[in-house]
């Protein structure tokens, strides 16, 4: 099967790419100086490169750290379990020579000063923690900008790269980020379309484009069956739980999904949030299938469901390693959907 890609995807994987050309190009002669000069989200870093013991507070940091082939973690975030809580790919930072400090959201002050690292890293989650610790170590805070799941990955790739001399590590991986992409949206029809499910328990939530995950939208290169949703609109504040305000805003968000549900949606995303801290493997397929709105649908009565990894996607996010093995891996099904046919 020959794979093309639509003339809107391949402008945007070519501006990704040139991106990433561009940079290495100019980068490799940073790699022998003793100090660069990185941007992020609080502003510029100057750093002396490469940094030999870093404490580590965003797992998609972490997920590029590991792909880049650099040994320089020595501080994690761990749960009260003392568990790292990564997806399998990243197992490997589960042993306990990883120093445990903090939680995603709240960094241990005390942890951070015995540790005495080179460089913190934080983002989104811990970005509110960087004036507590940019006194301790310099501190680069790597929230993504909010120019999409695969740029945002890219520009993280390149400063991490840039950071700890491995520029050419970072330009390797973000040619294969690229290659798995672009061969991922060839697999899918122009016209198809999709919709996110966000399982909670015995519920789930429609993400349309603009929220949390309508990300997920764009880099799979499907159509939404829901309307985009201003990301920068404010938001209001959440209800107290069990209050009738709280049971209002539960039954406005059952009755968007089911809209969304009957506008049958080629595809069907979900996440499961129920299995990011249980051992168990997820069981959200046998749990959404007990809800009649989404068990009558054509897409999950054809099996045209993606399950996404959980731990990967609420955790990782936009680390290249976990949007890499995504997109193989659903190419794969697409590929696999498309030759039952």
Do not use: C
Not at 160 to 172: I, K, S
């Amino acid at each position: 099967m020959i794979l093309t890609v639509p003339a809107h995807r391949r402008a945007l994987l070519r501006a990704f790419g040139a991106a990433a050309f561009i940079s290495a190009a100019f980068l490799p002669g940073l790699a022998s100086a003793e100090v660069v000069v990185v941007k992020h989200a609080k502003g510029e870093l100057s750093i002396e490169s490469p940094p030999k013991k870093v404490a580590v507070f965003d797992l998609a940091a972490l997920d590029i750290i590991d792909a880049l082939g650099v040994d320089a973690v020595a501080g994690l975030p761990r749960g009260e379990d003392g568990a790292a809580n990564v997806p399998g790919y990243l197992s490997a930072y589960n042993d306990p020579k990883f120093i445990g400090v903090g939680t995603l959201f709240e960094p241990d002050l005390a942890a951070l000063k015995a540790l005495a690292p080179d460089l913190i890293i934080i983002s989104g989650r811990s970005a509110s923690k960087y004036d507590a610790v940019k006194d301790i170590a310099p501190t680069l805070d790597l929230s993504p900008a909010g120019g999409g799941l695969v740029a945002d990955t890219i520009a993280n790739t390149l400063t991490l790269g840039q950071v700890f001399g491995a520029e050419d590590a970072a330009a390797a991986k973000i040619a294969e980020l690229t290659t798995a992409v672009a061969t991922m949206q060839a697999a899918v029809k122009d016209d198809d379309t999709a919709l996110v499910l966000f399982a909670v328990a015995k519920t789930s939530m429609a993400h349309a484009p603009g929220q949390r995950f309508g990300t997920l939208y764009d880099y799979l290169g499907m159509g939404s069956v829901m309307d985009p949703i201003d990301p920068n609109a404010t938001a209001a504040p959440r209800p107290e739980p069990g209050s009738p305000e709280a049971e209002a805003a539960r039954q406005r968000q059952l009755e968007a999904r089911d809209a969304a549900l009957a506008a049958e949606p080629d595809w069907i995303i979900t996440l499961d949030r129920a299995a990011i801290s249980s051992p168990q493997p997820s069981d959200v397929q046998d749990r959404l299938s007990k809800d009649p709105a989404i068990a009558v649908t054509k897409a999950w009565q054809a099996g045209k469901v993606i399950h996404l990894d959980p731990r990967g996607w609420y955790l990782v996010g936009t680390g290249i390693q976990n949007l890499t093995l995504t997109a193989q891996a659903i190419t794969a099904q697409l590929s696999a959907e498309a030759a039952d046919q």
